[in-house]
């Protein structure tokens, strides 16, 4: 049985892209987040300790992804996933989409989707 925490439609900034446009100012990323975390330890403790805290993990997300430097969302979401793992010790696995709403402009938006388990 798998418990999700989740974050939608998180609004973030990062400089990213291929094309020189895109190297010159920030645009906006949005982040829908799917943590897999067993809540059984949280639910009888009603301690914030002992669970993942949404909050925190939004803070970081926007945090960290305002400082990237990479040009494709592939690499951004792999780096992402590995210092969420690291950060957050209680996520087992989890589910990332980036939408890039300004990427194409006969589209709404474009992104990515990955799934990654803790590495062993
Ligand atoms: N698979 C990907 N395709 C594209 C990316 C990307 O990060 N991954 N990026 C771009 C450009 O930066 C685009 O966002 C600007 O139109 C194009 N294709």
């Known amino acids: 049985m798998h418990d999700i925490i989740y974050i939608e439609q998180l609004e973030t900034e990062a400089i990213i892209g291929i094309y020189d446009w895109e190297r010159e ?3 906006p990323l949005y982040f829908d987040i799917e943590m897999a975390v067993p809540i059984f330890t949280a639910a ?3 301690a914030i300790n002992d669970t993942v805290d949404y909050a925190q993990v939004s803070d ?3 945090d960290w992804v305002a400082k990237s430097r990479v040009e494709l969302l592939e690499t951004l979401l792999e780096n992402l996933s590995h210092e969420l793992f690291t950060r957050f010790t209680g996520i ?3 589910t990332i989409k980036v939408s890039k709403p300004k990427a194409v402009a006969q589209a709404k938006t474009v992104g990515l989707i990955i799934k990654r ?3 062993r």
């Open 25 to 27: 100012q920030p645009q």
């Open 44 to 46: 009888q403790s009603d």
């Open 60 to 62: 970081f997300v926007c």
């Open 92 to 94: 087992q696995t989890l």
């Open 117 to 119: 388990q803790r590495p």
